[in-house]
């Protein structure tokens, strides 16, 4: 069983001015290698991220939630072996934009980083392991909790509109992390918490120092 590295959760706060609720603009030298390498389009959906962000700093969290919600499943969706010609990779914000499709991790990761870049706190959202029933496959979905023992959102590419976990009987949840803990999930508040090192995500480790190289 792989562990769980204690440094993530160092990696994860030592980039947060990155995600500071104050800082929505997009570097100059981004904007153009993003245009040298993916185009206009990868550059102006950047740009609509940017300002959105910006047109709901001091919006609600239910107006915040539902549109970084909407914006991210407008992206289409594409296995990771079409898009990454990889089994299962997890890409970063900037990634999924950029090749303008991804899979079910991709929207979660998109959506988590954008809500924890207009503050929400850690330990309101989770990426959240599940069964989608219908399609007898594993699924991901982000899930807000207003408070920890609340009946979760769930925010989801399938279902486009953002439902509370009891309506959503087409899944079974299975596990939910974030920065900082892992727990069994559930459909009313959060579970058992897991000891560190039960769980195998070093892809989430990968994924944070992308996140930081890339500056976005």
Same mark, same amino acid.
């Given at each position: 069983?792989?562990?769980? +590295?204690? *440094?993530?959760? /160092?990696?994860?706060?030592? +980039? !947060?001015?990155?995600? =500071?609720?104050? /800082? ?14 993916? #185009?206009? &389009? ?12 910006? !047109? ?19 992206? @289409? ?14 890409? !970063? ?22 809500? %924890?870049?207009?503050? *929400? ?16 496959? !594993? ?28 309506? %959503? ?6 596990? =939910?992390?974030? #920065?900082? &803990?892992?727990? +069994? ?5 959060? #579970? ?12 989430? @480790? ?11």
């Amino acid at each position: 069983m792989i562990h769980l +590295m204690p *440094f993530i959760f /160092i990696l994860f706060f030592a +980039m !947060s001015p990155l995600y =500071s609720k104050d /800082i929505y603009t997009l570097d100059k030298e981004i904007i153009a290698q993003t245009k040298i390498d993916y #185009g206009e &389009k990868a550059v102006n959906k950047l740009l609509a991220l940017v300002a959105l962000l910006n !047109s709901l700093s001091e919006k609600t969290q239910e107006q915040q939630l539902k549109a970084i919600n909407d914006f991210f499943n407008t992206i @289409t969706f594409e296995p990771d072996i079409k898009v990454w010609h990889k089994k299962d990779y997890w890409a !970063s914000r900037k990634e999924f934009i950029d090749k303008e499709s991804g899979d079910c991790e991709d929207y979660v990761i998109a959506k988590y980083f954008s809500l %924890r870049q207009l503050g *929400f706190n850690a330990d309101t959202l989770f990426l959240t392991y599940v069964k989608a029933i219908k399609y007898k496959q !594993s699924h991901m979905v982000l899930t807000y909790f207003a408070t920890k023992d609340a009946v979760p959102l769930v925010l989801d590419n399938i279902v486009q509109h953002i439902l509370p976990s009891s309506k %959503r009987t087409d899944l079974r949840p299975l596990f =939910s992390f974030n #920065g900082e &803990k892992i727990y +069994m999930a559930k459909r009313r508040g959060l #579970g058992k918490e897991i000891p560190q090192g039960k769980i195998n995500l070093t892809k989430w @480790t990968d994924l944070i120092l992308k996140i930081k190289r890339e500056k976005i």
